[in-house]
């Protein structure tokens, strides 16, 4: 059958194989009533810490509330500022102003899309809480440098690992291949159902290796209860359902032949493209699962319509920086403030790299970006 569109993300082809499974482990939930906290998501957070390669793992509703209840059980709120990348999903910065703690931007390398470790410390003052890397389009940010900065200046590191499980970076410090979600204070996944890993709704997980975090996470979870009715602190619901662990439990065996697929993927875009757009950097020592495989070109706009004209999907992450949303106009920033973030909001475009993309869709989708250079 010859090929004549390519979706950005094809959830049926990822569905197909585990769909047994999927109505088994369902019907097991509905059977159980237990459909808040329960068996499965007891499992889920054993799997997903040893995934992550941290001791704990606490599973919540969303990868949004994972960063709330990160900042939350850090007890980030008024008067603190907390240090991210200008260039992300409105998440990163969105959460660290709803805890009432103001969001101060530092520009990214143009290379990796990731927060410039060497901008940071300029930024640090004593209001400086915490630094928020993210790990953008599953590429880890320099984790070597941002955790000797935390370290220096005492602050905590919440890695925005949401759009990065199972990505990997080499520690020149520590000697040792670590996982996303493995290295700073804490750790934020989204399950969201276009992310690596994704439920059939909003589902989310946290990560850290400190035990007293982990369990203060957990109680924050449920309205901050430390026994039923007794509450420790003010939390919120941050449960995730049992319906989603079950489903996030069969799909994680898939998981890392899903990133071998994204991979393989990648490296025939690498190949095939190299002479017309820049095709990511991914540094020495990294290992990143292609959330996005995301290109350059200053004929991004134009390349973009022609790509749509041909049935192709793509997507632009991120038109516009944080730093220029009206939201956070009362934060002073303005054009030109974070030269490499709002370039790259001009240039970047996203492909289709989902692992079950056939021979045939990746040559079309080269083609079509072949013919408009032609
Ligand atoms: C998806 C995403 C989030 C939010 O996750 P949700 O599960 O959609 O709430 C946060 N940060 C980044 C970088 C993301 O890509």
Do not use: W
Not at 228 to 240: A, C, E, P, S, T
Not at 333 to 354: I, N, R, T, W
């Amino acid at each position: 059958m010859t090929v004549n569109n390519v979706p950005l993300l094809d959830l049926n082809a990822q569905y197909e194989p585990m769909k047994d499974d999927i109505i088994q482990t369902m019907t097991e939930v509905f059977n159980s009533k237990r459909f808040i906290n329960g068996p499965k998501v007891d499992e889920l957070e054993t799997k997903m810490a040893d995934y992550c390669g941290a001791k704990y793992a606490i599973a919540v509703s969303s990868g949004t509330d994972a960063l709330i209840v990160s900042l939350m059980a850090l007890e980030i709120g008024a008067g603190d500022e907390v240090i991210t990348t200008p260039f992300t999903f409105f998440a990163t910065a969105g959460c660290i102003a709803r805890v009432g703690a103001k969001p101060v931007f530092v520009d990214i390398d143009p290379e990796t899309f990731n927060i410039d470790s060497k901008q940071i410390e300029a930024k640090i003052t004593p209001k400086t809480k915490a630094i928020m890397p993210v790990h953008l389009f599953g590429q880890m940010a320099d984790m070597d440098p941002i955790l000797s900065i935390a370290q220096k200046h005492n602050l905590y590191v919440i890695e925005d690992a949401a759009q990065a499980i199972g990505s990997t970076y080499y520690s020149h410090n520590l000697k040792v291949e670590k996982k996303a979600g493995s290295m700073g204070t804490i750790g934020c996944f989204s399950f969201f159902p276009s992310k690596n890993l994704g439920a059939c709704g909003d589902a989310g997980a946290v990560t850290t290796n400190d035990e007293a975090l982990a369990k203060k996470i957990k109680a924050l979870r449920m309205h901050g209860e430390s026994q039923r009715y007794y509450h420790d602190y003010i939390g919120g619901n941050f449960r995730i359902d049992a319906l989603q662990a079950a489903l996030l439990l069969v799909k994680l065996p898939y998981l890392e032949a899903q990133h071998k697929g994204r991979i393989a993927n990648a490296k025939y875009y690498d190949i095939n493209l190299a002479n017309l757009v820049q095709t990511p950097k991914i540094h020495t020592g990294c290992k990143t699962i292609y959330n996005q495989y995301t290109i350059r070109t200053q004929k991004r706009d134009q390349l973009l319509k022609h790509l749509q004209d041909q049935k192709i999907g793509c997507a632009v992450y991120y038109p516009v920086c944080l730093h220029e949303q009206k939201c956070f106009a009362y934060l002073g920033y303005k054009p030109g403030d974070f030269p490499a973030s709002e370039k790259a909001a001009q240039e970047v475009l996203a492909l289709p790299v989902y692992a079950e993309l056939t021979n045939e869709q990746k040559a079309y989708v080269v083609a079509g970006i072949k013919s408009f250079f032609a």
